[in-house]
Structure formats: C-alpha cells, structure tokens
C-alpha cells in the first residue's frame, strides 16, 4: 500500500514569521484519515523567518525530533541545555516527564526544519535533549541519524523501536529500503523528484508505505530523502 501526499494537501498555517504545513493534523488542521502513521504522530514542515521563533512552551511525554534543512536552529530549555543546530544535522528531546523549551532563528535569513513527535514507548522519562553533527555528503545512502532500534548503531537515542533515516541521493541513484514484518515507512524528499515503487513523487511530498516488503527510491535529480521506519503493529 502506497498513500501519496502532495505538498499542496497537506495543512497549512501562516503567520508573519512563520509558514508552516501539516503531513498529519495538528494545531488547527484536523484530517482524521490523517492522525499519524504508527507511533509517528507529527511531522511539520516549517519556514521560520529570521530574529523569530517559538517561545518557550512545555512538552510531556513525547520524543521530538527537529532536523534543520536550511540555515540554524537555537535550542534553549528548561534544563539549562541550550546549543545551535545546523543544516544537515538533527535535535532528538525527549520530553518525559515535562520540559520546557524554546527554537528560534537567531540569523538574517529564512530556515527551514522538519519538526517529528513520536510517541514513545514508556511514559514518565527523565527528559533529556541532544545534538550531532553527521556526514553530509551526497553519497546515495540513508544514514539511521536517530533510532530506538537494538540494532541501530551511531545514532541519537529515542524510547521508540524506529529510525528516522537522511541522505542525499545523486541523480539516477536507485535504493531499497526493506521493511520488516508489521513495519511501515513514511518519507519526503525535502529536495528532488523521486519515484516511490515505481510513483512519482515531488518535492515536500509526503509518502506512506506499509504492507510492502520494501521500499524502492529512485532519484530523477539529487534528491535529499527524509525517511522514518516506524512499528505498526500493537
């Protein structure tokens, strides 16, 4: 089973800083043919304009993923963390039992961030919050960047069994993601026409896959794959 989600289906929300659309409902978008994908219950994609951002607000039991496209994202919290994420790289908090936090563009130009909630696996965890810096180059691969999986090495920590892969794939490359027994995938090129089992697929597109035993990427031009292998069963 394939769901295609062109960009222009997806919720939306605009303000003067901030441009923001909705693969799943949220905030004042509500589709319930889209609440979620498994334990993925959130993934927006926002534009946020410079010397803006969001103040601080709390979260509770909720593994948050924030992966910067374009420029830098500041990270300020309740537990005195505080750091700078560039594009590229990801931000994992894990809210537990309640933090408090605040994202901001602290430059002169636009950024764009993925933002990813998934709900984890077991309520009242310390909260914590991390950043990493990974590999960059379009080397046609989907690098695990964060990951509650056993067998999931080098990536950041989340109290779910799901990984949310990233990579640069050059024109012409072709990939296969397998997907295990009960699993599914939901992915966007950020960047790039792609085809998905043989769909096309544009660019911010969102993508559902399940009850397939694999995923087949196929890049028209380099494209920059975000792609999130989630449980679907229990």
């Known amino acids: 089973m394939i769901d295609h989600r062109p960009f222009e289906s997806l919720g939306a929300f605009r303000i003067d800083w901030l441009n ?4 799943f409902s949220f905030a004042n978008y ?6 979620g994908f498994g334990p993925l219950r ?12 969001f103040d601080p607000h709390p979260h509770r039991d909720m593994e948050i993923i924030t992966y910067v496209r374009k420029g830098a994202i500041t990270h300020r919290d309740s537990l005195g963390n505080e750091g700078r994420t560039e594009a ?4 994992v908090m894990s809210a537990g039992t ?8 602290r430059d002169d130009e636009m950024i764009r961030v993925f ?7 077991h309520s009242g965890l310390t909260p914590r919050w991390e950043t990493r810096k990974f ?10 960047m964060a990951s509650g999986e056993a067998h999931i090495d080098g990536a950041l920590p989340i109290d779910q069994d799901a990984t949310f892969y990233a990579g640069t794939l050059p024109a012409g490359t072709d990939l296969t993601h397998s997907l295990g027994e009960g699993r599914g995938a939901y992915l966007v090129p950020a960047t790039g026409d792609i085809s998905v089992n043989g769909k096309e697929i544009n660019p ?8 397939e035993p694999e995923v087949k990427l196929s890049a028209r031009s380099e494209a920059e794959i975000i792609l999130v292998d989630v449980p679907l069963n229990g």
């Open 20 to 23: 923001a659309k909705y693969h």
């Open 30 to 35: 509500y589709d319930p043919s889209r609440m």
């Open 42 to 53: 959130v993934w927006n994609d926002d534009e946020i304009q410079p010397h803006s951002g």
């Open 88 to 91: 590229g790289d990801i931000q």
């Open 98 to 105: 309640g933090i408090v936090h605040g994202e901001w563009n």
């Open 115 to 121: 933002q990813l909630w998934i709900e984890p696996r």
């Open 135 to 144: 590999p960059k180059a379009a080397d046609g691969i989907l690098k695990p």
């Open 204 to 211: 911010r597109d969102g993508v559902a896959v399940w009850q």
